[in-house]
């Protein structure tokens, strides 16, 4: 049987996703609290590969396992094995043609930013830091330069190991409330570093050191080497990964516990920007 899992986690004390020989991986506290369940060992393939330091709210995993447990089981299982920052929040049997990477037909990030004086303490880790106040005006109107299908090679990491760099980004919004700015991108996929390095963009707009019709210059230039700095992972969160309907699987669209609510801030899942006030 094919299972489909919801996971979620901070990704402040791990060296990414995937697994890596001698380092701590969410892959590997997974596939542990998995075999304990299962009672065998057990390799799940994810829909996104987050790097080191990236978090997670809506990444979704799958599995093969012929052992009989209801989805209960499966999720309450495997999180009184995981450790504090990582859980699974829901699984699903689902068919054997389902793959968590391969039947996505989109994915949705968000990059989240505190902006003040000095560093965060309590939110360290968790929000990406900018010591001054970032515009929201030109970084929208930068935004609007990226929506649609385009080449992404400016703003791909140069390892990228993507056979094509020609994405379609279907939306790139941004709000802000007191010293928050959120930037919420979703598209058809996305390269290595893509959603950091448009942050990384965005950020410098947002501080008056480029205008907005940079952010088009450097992406018609096709060279990585044009893009400016990458944002840190520390404010990059896999909220959300889409699926055709026919496999059932739960409306995370409406169900995530997104991480703006434990910060008192209104979630863009559930308020649409249009009516968000800014500062």
Same mark, same amino acid.
């Given at each position: 049987?094919?299972?489909?899992?919801?996971?979620?986690?901070?990704?402040?004390?791990?060296?990414?996703?995937?697994?890596?020989?001698?380092?701590?991986?969410?892959?590997?506290?997974?596939?542990?609290?998995?075999?304990?369940?299962?009672?065998?060992?057990?390799?799940?393939?994810?829909?996104?590969?987050?790097?080191?330091?990236?978090?997670?709210?809506?990444?979704?995993?799958?599995?093969?396992?012929?052992?009989?447990?209801?989805?209960?089981?499966?999720? $309450?299982? #495997?999180? !009184?094995?995981?450790? %504090?920052?990582? @859980?699974?929040?829901?699984? +699903?049997?689902?068919?054997?043609?389902?793959?968590?990477?391969?039947?996505?037909?989109?994915?949705?990030?968000?990059?989240?930013?505190?902006?003040?004086?000095?560093?965060?303490?309590?939110?360290?880790?968790?929000?990406?830091?900018?010591?001054?106040?970032?515009?929201?005006?030109?970084?929208?109107?930068?935004?609007?330069?990226?929506?649609?299908?385009?080449?992404?090679?400016? $703003?791909? #990491?140069? !390892?990228?190991?993507? %056979?094509?760099? @020609?994405?379609?980004?279907? +939306?790139?919004?941004?709000?802000?409330?007191?010293?928050?700015?959120?930037?919420?991108?979703?598209?058809?996929?996305?390269?290595?570093?893509?959603?950091?390095?448009?942050?990384?963009?965005?950020?410098?707009?947002?501080?008056?050191?480029?205008?907005?019709?940079?952010?088009?210059?450097?992406?018609?230039?096709?060279?990585?080497?044009?893009?400016?700095?990458?944002?840190?992972?520390?404010?990059?969160?896999?909220?959300?990964?889409?699926?055709?309907?026919?496999?059932?699987?739960?409306?995370?669209?409406?169900?995530?516990?997104?991480?703006?609510?434990?910060?008192?801030?209104?979630?863009?899942?559930?308020?649409?920007?249009?009516?968000?006030?800014?500062?």
């Amino acid at each position: 049987m094919r299972i489909a899992l919801g996971v979620e986690y901070d990704g402040t004390g791990y060296c990414g996703w995937q697994l890596q020989q001698g380092a701590l991986t969410v892959q590997a506290v997974v596939e542990a609290a998995l075999a304990q369940v299962a009672a065998h060992p057990v390799r799940v393939s994810c829909a996104g590969r987050t790097d080191t330091g990236v978090h997670a709210e809506g990444q979704v995993v799958h599995f093969d396992s012929d052992a009989v447990r209801t989805e209960r089981s499966w999720v $309450f299982g #495997a999180n !009184a094995n995981l450790p %504090k920052d990582v @859980v699974i929040t829901w699984a +699903r049997p689902v068919d054997n043609r389902f793959h968590a990477r391969f039947s996505a037909t989109g994915r949705a990030y968000r990059y989240l930013i505190y902006s003040r004086a000095v560093r965060p303490t309590f939110l360290a880790g968790r929000v990406t830091w900018s010591h001054t106040p970032l515009q929201l005006q030109p970084m929208r109107e930068a935004a609007q330069l990226l929506l649609g299908r385009h080449d992404f090679t400016t $703003f791909r #990491a140069v !390892a990228c190991q993507a %056979k094509s760099p @020609v994405r379609e980004i279907r +939306r790139l919004d941004m709000m802000q409330q007191g010293a928050f700015t959120v930037i919420e991108v979703e598209a058809d996929g996305f390269l290595h570093h893509m959603v950091r390095n448009i942050a990384g963009v965005l950020m410098k707009i947002g501080r008056g050191e480029a205008a907005p019709t940079w952010c088009g210059e450097i992406l018609a230039a096709r060279d990585r080497r044009e893009g400016g700095i990458t944002a840190p992972p520390s404010g990059l969160y896999l909220t959300r990964v889409d699926y055709p309907e026919a496999f059932a699987l739960p409306n995370v669209k409406q169900q995530t516990a997104t991480i703006l609510s434990s910060l008192a801030i209104p979630s863009p899942i559930s308020e649409t920007l249009a009516d968000a006030n800014s500062p």
